[in-house]
């Protein structure tokens, strides 16, 4: 069984560090991230969109990641496992409704 732990960071500094120290004493497996003050490269496990406020990251170095999804979009980004395809998204309430649909529309074409 996949551990997985999901948070929002507000884009917050002091939150990293205890978001891992937090995963790592909970034994999670997956990170489902949205507004992270940083993301790490993809060799560290990050996959985030192109705005670094949606990503997923590997937390456990044996898990298989079989396939990853392009990160040339905003809002989204997934990563298939042998078993389970995780999406992290986000989209900011303050943006124009056009904008919105356009995102949601786009996320439904990936899944």
Known sequence: MINIMQINMDGGRN???PLMATASERGADVLIVSEA?????????????????AAVFIA???IQVREIGRRDTDGFRWV???????YSCYWSPNTD??????????LEGSV
Do not use: H, K, M
């Open 97 to 106: 409704y056009t904008l919105f649909v356009d995102f949601l529309d786009r």
């Open 80 to 86: 298939a496992l042998d078993e389970i395809t995780i």
């Open 60 to 62: 456990n170095p044996t």
């Open 15 to 17: 939150a990293q560090d």
């Open 37 to 53: 003050y940083r993301c790490g490269t993809e060799e560290e496990g990050w996959f985030p969109d192109t705005s670094s406020r």
